[in-house]
């Protein structure tokens, strides 16, 4: 026996592909103090606020690689959304060696998966 299926209330619209393509808008870079950076960054098409945040961590990577440097700890992002443009301020600590915390990455390692990705870095 078939039963007919209960599709009121939604959306029957085909996805499109621009809506799953996010426009990377660009990367502001500030050092703070020695070794402590902040990054803003842009972007529209966004499916959540981990894309923006991926974005941040994808430019303090190739940041720290530019800056001689191997490793770098997330110290907070702040993520918000004014006009369809979501932007995030991220600051992370670059370091030489493996930083202390639970939130560090391996530059090399985390450009490489950028890469993959197709996250733009700085």
């Not at 690689?65 to 006009?83: K, P, S």
Request: proline share 5%.
């Amino acid at each position: 026996m078939m039963f007919p299926l209960a599709l009121a209330g939604c959306d029957m619209r085909a996805p499109l592909a621009d809506d799953f393509i996010p426009d990377y808008q660009g990367v502001e870079t500030k050092l703070l103090d020695g070794d402590l950076v902040q990054f803003n960054v842009a972007m529209t098409k966004a499916l959540s606020s981990e894309n923006v945040a991926d974005y941040a961590e994808c430019a303090a990577a190739r940041y720290t690689l530019i800056r001689g440097f191997g490793f770098a700890r997330h110290v907070r992002t702040n993520v918000e959304i004014v006009g369809g443009v979501w932007r995030a301020d991220a600051v992370y600590t670059i370091s030489p060696s493996l930083p202390r915390g639970l939130k560090t990455i391996d530059a090399e390692v985390t450009v490489q998966n950028c890469m993959e990705r197709g996250i733009p870095t700085v």
